[in-house]
């Protein structure tokens, strides 16, 4: 599966963003439902920080629990991320990740990446 995230951007404190993640499937592969997907986050520096997974049922990190919602669109093969009051701490680079394992808050379980995007809240 390839993976392609967008919407990042520059907001101020409080404000609202929503990334997307475009998931390509290749013909005679697994579907996109058979794949647990999350949303990671790094600072330079930083090691990879989970910010929420959905298969069946959704885990959100406590740093974002209340402010965050990840769903999934199985038939357009798309899962976003609403960020809501979005704080300076969340200012960090944004993946999209999948696996075909459960849902996993672990980094190393994720097998497929996105490219990134930039999510920058000043204060």
């Known amino acids: 599966v390839q993976l392609q995230a967008s919407g990042g951007g520059s907001v101020q404190a409080g404000d609202s963003l929503k990334l997307s993640c475009a998931a390509s499937?290749?013909?005679?592969?697994?579907?996109?439902?058979?794949?647990?997907m999350a949303w990671f986050r790094q600072v330079p520096g930083r090691e990879r920080e989970y910010v929420a997974s959905i298969s069946g049922s959704r885990d959100y990190a406590s740093s974002v629990m209340g402010r965050f919602t990840i769903s999934r669109d199985n038939a357009r093969k798309m899962v976003d991320l609403q960020m809501n009051n979005l704080k300076p701490e969340d200012t960090a680079v944004y993946y999209c990740?999948?696996?075909?394992?459960?849902?996993?808050?672990?980094?190393?379980?994720?097998?497929?990446w996105g490219q990134g995007t930039l999510v920058t809240v000043s204060s």
């Open positions: 990740a999948a696996t075909r394992r459960i849902l996993s808050s672990s980094a190393s379980d994720y097998n497929y």
């Open positions: 499937v290749r013909p005679f592969s697994p579907s996109f439902t058979s794949y647990s």
